[in-house]
């Protein structure tokens, strides 16, 4: 008789499994919201609305972190990544008016090393304190033999709310509104496969980022996403704002034309905010086409709101006040649903 087969034999160690899930689960209750009713372990996720709301609307958004998880195994540092998942969801959510409530991950591996899921449930608990919204629950799935022991993924889903009357989609952006950027320090999560392409290909990951750099080339690329969500709700409280923009893949003119009225053109023009070195960088050294840089990488701005002219100091305002530097980058004109990017 031949030898019984496990499903431990098989890849599969669910005790690894387990032991992950006892380490994780203080991380996980720290982000708690008063509406969250389930505990971790549970099958679903059960969280109530607010109070306050008078015909609440659920808004949600699912996403990861593109190809920056290479760059977190280059490293051997994964307490920063799931800052990032989290931050590309509840800042998606955010265009909408949305507050985020509760967020749900799946972490995907080739083995379940209960260390490395502890650090990753690190990074999406920070990233959820940062947000706001809770972290209710998700997966730990192990897949042996289609990925490599040392292999991740991270991705995960926002779930948020927004009062029906507050919805932002657009349709009252007009001409004459001006456009906010708000900044990014780093390339945040997209571009990621040209950026890596341009700055790592034959180059230590511990080398300097440029000359005179305070960090490497791995530290810079690695920098966790700025999460917008909260200044999004400060800046809708205080101002007269129409839409919000998220800008990732596909840059400012790939999001911007997301939430033109049809009647609209938005004028952006080059120059009126600082574009981060690394962006540079990427540029010279590929070299890669401005117009390709514009159409693949944010260039410093992570998210763009318009709102009323009468509004655009009060904007500037909150957006400081929430930690953000924050310039006006931009008009809305009468037009076709475009976005002209023009040097100023």
């Given at each position: 008789?031949?030898?019984e087969?496990?499903y431990?034999a098989?890849?599969?160690?669910?005790a690894?499994a387990?032991a992950a899930?006892?380490?994780?689960k203080?991380?996980v209750e720290?982000?708690?919201?008063?509406?969250?009713l389930?505990?971790?372990?549970?099958?679903?996720?059960?969280?109530?609305?607010?109070?306050?709301?008078?015909?609440?609307?659920?808004?949600?958004?699912n996403?990861?972190?593109?190809?920056?998880?290479a760059?977190?195994?280059?490293?051997?540092r994964?307490?920063?990544?799931g800052?990032?998942?989290?931050?590309?969801?509840?800042?998606?959510?955010a265009?909408?008016g949305?507050?985020?409530?509760f967020?749900l991950?799946?972490?995907?591996v080739?083995s379940?090393?209960?260390e490395?899921i502890e650090?990753?449930?690190?990074?999406l608990?920070e990233?959820?304190r940062?947000?706001?919204?809770?972290?209710?629950?998700g997966?730990?799935a192990?897949?042996p033999?289609?990925?490599?022991?040392?292999d991740?993924?991270?991705?995960?889903?926002?779930?948020?709310?927004?009062?029906?009357?507050?919805i932002?989609?657009?349709?009252?952006?007009a001409?004459?509104?001006?456009?906010?950027g708000l900044a990014?320090p780093?390339?945040r999560?997209n571009?990621?496969?040209?950026?890596?392409?341009?700055?790592l290909?034959?180059v230590?990951i511990d080398?300097?980022a440029?000359?005179?750099?305070?960090?490497?080339?791995?530290?810079?690329?690695l920098m966790p996403?700025v999460?917008?969500s909260?200044t999004?709700?400060g800046l809708?409280?205080?101002?007269?704002?129409?839409?919000?923009?998220h800008?990732?893949g596909?840059?400012?003119?790939g999001?911007?034309v997301?939430v033109?009225?049809s009647?609209?053109?938005?004028?952006?023009?080059r120059?009126?905010?600082?574009v981060?070195?690394v962006f540079?960088?990427?540029?010279?050294r590929g070299?890669?086409?401005?117009?390709?840089?514009e159409?693949?990488?944010?260039?410093g701005?992570?998210m763009?709101?318009?709102v009323?002219k009468?509004s655009?100091?009060v904007?500037?305002?909150a957006a400081?006040?929430?930690?953000h530097?924050a310039?006006?980058?931009?008009n809305?004109v009468?037009?076709s649903?475009?976005?002209?990017?023009e040097?100023?």
């Amino acid at each position: 008789m031949s030898d019984e087969v496990s499903y431990a034999a098989a890849g599969v160690d669910i005790a690894a499994a387990d032991a992950a899930i006892a380490r994780i689960k203080p991380h996980v209750e720290s982000t708690y919201r008063p509406e969250v009713l389930s505990n971790i372990g549970a099958f679903g996720s059960l969280v109530a609305v607010p109070a306050g709301y008078d015909e609440p609307i659920l808004v949600s958004g699912n996403d990861g972190a593109g190809t920056k998880p290479a760059v977190a195994v280059a490293m051997n540092r994964y307490d920063t990544i799931g800052i990032d998942v989290v931050a590309m969801c509840v800042d998606d959510i955010a265009t909408m008016g949305a507050e985020p409530l509760f967020f749900l991950d799946q972490i995907t591996v080739g083995s379940v090393d209960p260390e490395l899921i502890e650090e990753l449930v690190k990074g999406l608990a920070e990233g959820c304190r940062q947000a706001g919204c809770a972290l209710t629950g998700g997966e730990i799935a192990e897949h042996p033999g289609v990925m490599d022991k040392d292999d991740f993924d991270l991705a995960g889903f926002a779930v948020g709310v927004v009062e029906r009357r507050n919805i932002l989609d657009g349709t009252a952006v007009a001409p004459g509104d001006v456009i906010v950027g708000l900044a990014s320090p780093g390339i945040r999560c997209n571009g990621y496969s040209l950026a890596r392409k341009v700055l790592l290909e034959g180059v230590d990951i511990d080398t300097p980022a440029w000359p005179g750099a305070d960090r490497s080339v791995g530290e810079e690329l690695l920098m966790p996403s700025v999460i917008y969500s909260p200044t999004i709700r400060g800046l809708i409280d205080a101002a007269e704002v129409h839409a919000a923009a998220h800008i990732t893949g596909g840059g400012l003119p790939g999001n911007l034309v997301r939430v033109l009225a049809s009647n609209t053109d938005a004028v952006v023009e080059r120059g009126s905010w600082e574009v981060p070195r690394v962006f540079r960088e990427i540029a010279l050294r590929g070299p890669v086409a401005a117009a390709e840089m514009e159409k693949v990488f944010n260039l410093g701005v992570g998210m763009a709101v318009v709102v009323s002219k009468d509004s655009v100091d009060v904007a500037l305002e909150a957006a400081r006040a929430g930690g953000h530097d924050a310039v006006v980058i931009g008009n809305i004109v009468e037009g076709s649903a475009q976005v002209r990017i023009e040097d100023r």
